[in-house]
């Protein structure tokens, strides 16, 4: 085959460092926007980004020519940076991520999700939401490091 083609749906979900609450609903938009830019920069394209103050969820066709964690640190390193020159000094991410496969069929479901999560996390707290995610998706994990 002359020509390399993928379609490779991920919902990669991360939170702020220690959990704090630093994305404000004035800089969330904006900084949604930051994250669809850098993932279009890695040869990636973002269908979907939301979350709420702590954390943040990703709706992206992974790129044929970058691995998962490339992508998640060309996400999280310049948008850390580019949270602290919009003010909020002491922004950081937590270093781990969760990356999980979609399929196509999908889709609608977790993009929907993704746009629902203040109503959602009036329910769930984002470590309940986290680990139904690890559930679902059958990821064995270690308490003791997941939130650190």
Known sequence: MAQSLSNILLHIVFSTKYREPLITVEHEDELWRYLAGACRA??????RIGGMADHVHLLCGLGRTIP???LVEQLKRPASKWMKTQGVSGFAWQNGYGAFSIG??????VAGYIGRQKEHHRRLTFQEEFRAFLT????EYDERYVWD
Do not use: I, L, N, P
Not at 42 to 47: D, F, I, R, S, V
Not at 104 to 109: A, H, L
Not at 136 to 139: A, K, P, S, T
């Open 136 to 139: 679902r998706y059958r990821v």
């Open 68 to 70: 998962v964690s490339k």
């Open 42 to 47: 890695t040869g990636c394209h973002a269908h």
């Open 104 to 109: 196509q069929s999908q889709f609608d479901d």
